[in-house]
């Protein structure tokens, strides 16, 4: 049995600038225990397919399954085995992170022993034990954004949704949750994972699709969307070079320091030399997932839409 099967799913919105197309005819097979990441920017339609596959909102045409059942007729069964946490989610601010945790598993109606065990457990896992019973109001913003996580992944359900989950955190506290999603997954759950940080998916994920304008560009692995570019090396200038004298030496795309070029190793001496005699700063690099976005959408994934749905 497959973890994730939609077929055909499309959403449409109307408001005041008129009809929006968030998803397009969405076909995705997640299979039972992958760990799978979902990439696009802001407005390609990731929020939209999560809120539909978690029974939270109904897709105007198209199915969604979940081991077998069918989302939109029987929600109240797929609410039991699926835990969520959205990315416009707040905590309580006068509660703890171990009360969040602890309550949350009460209410999913774990026992109150095995709540506290398992809040020792996913606490201690996320780096959070010192700070357990801190008001989330006088906590940062990673540190609220952990206790979120941490509430979920304590539930240990079937199917975790986990929409930008390490947003705001800093690096180490990153990885310290990626590991516990790792171990969510080793323990059974299928974890889809939506992230801006392509290192994170690139890290995590055994499989990922990529959207774009409500449609999916790809899905497979992470290795056989890199080998689709067609370049060797990332070089990335900060100013001091147009995109027309680049573009000679391969693929020139603006982002937010300046211009990437992706291109052959045979020219990056020249090329480092020529920024050095500028006085330029750049930065060499292999192909990475990043890139190989950038090259299926031909946008960076920071690059946001703003007359696109979610």
């Known amino acids: 049995m497959e973890g994730l099967v939609a077929r055909g799913v499309s959403k449409t919105y109307r408001g005041q600038r008129g009809t929006v197309r968030a998803l397009d005819n969405v076909d995705m097979t997640i299979a039972k225990g992958r760990l799978f990441g979902f990439l696009g920017r802001n407005g390609a339609g990731k929020t939209t397919f999560i809120k539909i596959s978690s029974a939270l909102l109904m897709p105007t045409s198209g199915t969604v399954e979940l081991f077998g059942l069918d989302v939109v007729r029987r929600a109240g069964e797929i609410r039991e085995q699926i835990a969520i946490v959205p990315q ?34 996913v606490l201690t896992a996320m780096g959070l034990q010192a700070y357990q019973s801190m008001p989330a109001m006088i906590l940062s913003g990673g540190l609220q954004q952990r206790t979120l996580v941490a509430m979920v992944l304590a539930t240990e359900a079937p199917f975790l949704f986990l929409d930008e989950p390490t947003l705001g955190m800093d690096p180490f506290a990153r990885r310290q949750v990626w590991e516990v999603i790792r171990q969510a997954a080793r323990k059974g759950s299928t974890v889809l994972l939506t992230t801006h940080y392509l290192d994170e998916a690139e890290q995590l994920a055994e499989e990922l699709a990529v959207i774009e304008g409500g449609h999916v560009l790809y899905q497979g692995s992470a290795e056989a969307l890199k080998s689709k570019v067609r370049r060797e090396v990332r070089i990335q200038f900060s100013g001091g ?28 001496e020249e090329l480092t030399q020529r920024a050095l005699e500028r006085r330029v700063p750049v930065n060499v690099g292999p192909v990475t997932l990043e890139e190989a976005f950038l090259t299926l959408v031909g946008r960076a994934i920071e690059d946001e839409d703003p007359e696109a749905a979610t």
Do not use: I, M
């Not at 989610?89 to 506290?116: M, W």
């Not at 147009?242 to 320091?257: F, I, S």
């Open 88 to 121: 416009e989610a707040k905590p309580f601010y006068h509660l703890t992170p171990r009360e969040h945790v602890q309550e949350y598993l009460r209410v999913r109606g774990v026992s109150p022993e095995a709540a506290k065990n398992r809040a020792d457990e």
């Open 241 to 268: 070079f147009t995109a027309q004298e680049l573009g000679r030496y391969g693929d020139v795309y603006p982002d937010r320091a300046g211009l990437t070029l992706l291109t052959t190793r045979n020219v990056v």
